[in-house]
Nanobody
Framework: QVHLVESGGGLVQAGGSLRLACVAS????????MGWYRQAPGKQREFVAQ???????TLANAVKGRFTISTDNAKNTVALQMTSLKPEDTAVYYC?????????WGQGTQVTVSS
């Protein structure tokens, strides 16, 4: 089992920045993909960004150029640096870790961007 804990959400004005972090604990493997999804009220959960243990990153078109994802293998962490935030970025952000054929989710952290 893997336990994920997110941090860093909050309220920010449009144009501002936030940094989300997620720490994985439990039975973690060295080969993994970690990433972020988000879910706005009344909408489906959507992909935001992911990064592999080798550092290969993928970002959704909606956040390219504004968000950066990074990972620390030794610390089992993934971070999402969000800049130039927009009201449409408002959502609950969920951390995901995929390893050994299993997906593990965090509880989510709220990000609210005011206009």
């Amino acid at each position: 089992q893997v336990h994920l804990v997110e941090s860093g959400g909050g309220l920010v004005q449009a144009g501002g920045s936030l940094r989300l972090a997620c720490v994985a604990s439990g039975t973690t493997y060295s080969i993994y993909v970690m990433g972020w999804y988000r879910q706005a009220p009344g909408k489906q959960r959507e992909f935001v960004a992911q990064i592999s243990n080798t550092g290969v990153a993928t970002l959704a078109n909606a956040v390219k150029g504004r968000f950066t994802i990074s990972t620390d293998n030794a610390k089992n962490t993934v971070a999402l640096q969000m800049t130039s935030l927009k009201p449409e970025d408002t959502a609950v952000y969920y951390c995901l870790r995929s390893q050994d054929g299993h997906d593990y989710w965090g509880q989510g952290t709220q990000v609210t961007v005011s206009s």
